[in-house]
């Protein structure tokens, strides 16, 4: 028997709705497996939590999550905590704790998937973002000068170390070739003389060590327009970490919406646990209501059963999330659809069962 233990940070608003649709795919996996066993633990941290204890997780939260085989998330942030309290404290903290410093976001057009581009070859919206996940201009650095005052002066400053932008560049280019896919970096040295510049200096070395991997490069504002007006250039991208992050959101809402686009925290040495969780934050206003669109929070905990090793489970939930999709019958409002979340978890569950047999027998 194998046995995995996960740590489980629901969190705010739709974040606790979400996971509990990807834990339940995960548990129709182990069953029908029998072998394979998820033991979770529950931290109630989140902003909830904040307004009873005056802290987003306890002091010794980082100690109690470092040895989980990984940890699955749901969303933070709520209406009556300051936005970067609640994710500075909890959020932010355990990506730089854990030092996962990869954060691998697909942008693919399933099957089934709804697009807002018109006349689009499926195939061709199929990009793997590498963001980098922890410094950049998420450092944390700054200064607040002269508060009040009429010379006020603030400071945000962008931290590119060597050591951090050459490791997530290297790790991109490992990716591409072991996939055979080409690489694009983004960047801005035409404006940020000092960090983009930088970037660029580093990206252009270390393609030297991989002659056979195919790259591009583009000013990050080009290629917002480009991923909407030719998407087939972006096969695997290396980008920084706020670049990464608006540019996923676009691209989330290039591959279905952002109800169905998932990301994952990796500490690729491991000594660390890695984290999973959609990429959309606690939506406030759909909150507490059963609207939430669950298949983010369960294609991230496809891409947890890859990082544990059982990359023929993670390929059947994304099957499975496929079959719903072409079905098109249980889907959440976001996708013109009536269902609730639970009908979602519910039907992905039921389609895993289905396609298990075969998978098992491989
Ligand atoms: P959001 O992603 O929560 O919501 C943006 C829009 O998308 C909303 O209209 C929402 O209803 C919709 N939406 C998001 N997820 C959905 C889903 N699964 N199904 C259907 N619709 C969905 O972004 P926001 O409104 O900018 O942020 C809300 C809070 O979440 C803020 O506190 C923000 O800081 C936080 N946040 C947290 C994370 C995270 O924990 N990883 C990520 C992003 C934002
Ligand atoms: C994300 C989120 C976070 C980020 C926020 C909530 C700090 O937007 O995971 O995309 O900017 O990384
Ligand atoms: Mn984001």
Redesign the pocket.
Known sequence: MSIYNIAVIA?DG?GPE?LQEGIKVLNTIAELDGSLHFEYTYFPWGCEYYSQHGVMMDEDGVERLKDFDAIFLG????PGVP?HIS?WDL?LKIRKSFDQYINIRPIKLIKGAPCPLKDVNREDIDMLFIRENSEGEYAGAGDWLFKGQANEVVLQTGVFSRKGTERVIRYAFETARKAGKSLTSISKGNALNYSMVFWDQVFEEVAKEFPDVQTASYLVDAAAMLMISDPKRFEVVVTSNLFGDILTDLGAALAGG??LAAGANINPERNFPSMF??????????AGKGL??PL?AIWSASQLLDFIGHEKYGQLVLDAIEGLLLEGEVL?P?MKGAASTAEVGDRVSKIVSSLMPSVMVE
């Open positions: 969190g739709i979400v969303a933070v942030g709520f936005d994710l959020l952002i109800g969780e959609p990429i959309h934050g606690s939506a406030p206003d759909i939430a669109n983010a959440t976001d």
